[in-house]
């Protein structure tokens, strides 16, 4: 069973630099110093999907007074379509909806079809078109 948290501990931040450095190619450095300003800043929440204790997937929100930002959904390649992205978005959904935002968007590249229906499947749309990447919005009914 996919359970998805905002708790994290130590061993669960490492599970999470080491699920970000395969979902961003990244190097460690880089990852544990992204990771560590996502959970700082108070701005920012982590979802963190967890199966048996095990890090799968996670979703970055920074919620702003005027919106709340998608800054990345990543789940590990060898459990996707198990409905975990769409778990971590919910999650992020909930956050907004709770921070009485009006509005959240994301980024998604033009080319990441597999990602844009995920947020269309939600009520997004897409509001800008930046050629190689949409501004996808969906507005939240308080």
């Known amino acids: 069973m996919i359970e998805i948290t905002l708790d994290i501990d130590e061993i669960r931040r490492a599970q999470l630099i080491d699920l970000f450095m395969h979902c961003r190619c990244a190097p460690r450095d880089f990852a544990s110093r992204l990771v560590g300003s996502y959970l700082q800043d108070r701005g920012t929440q982590v979802c963190l999907a967890l199966e048996n204790n095990a890090a799968l997937g996670f979703c970055v929100l920074d919620i702003y007074s005027t919106h709340s930002t998608v800054d990345y959904i990543g789940v590990a390649e060898s459990h996707k379509r198990r409905g975990i992205g769409c778990g971590l978005l919910d999650c992020a959904l909930e956050l907004s909806i709770e921070n ?3 509005f959240v968007q994301a980024g998604v590249g033009a080319t990441n079809i597999k990602s844009r229906g995920l947020f269309e499947k939600k009520g997004f749309s897409i509001s800008q ?3 190689s ?10």
């Open 133 to 142: 990447w949409y501004m996808m919005v969906k507005q939240i009914k308080q």
């Open 100 to 102: 009485t935002v009006p």
């Open 129 to 131: 078109d930046h050629g």
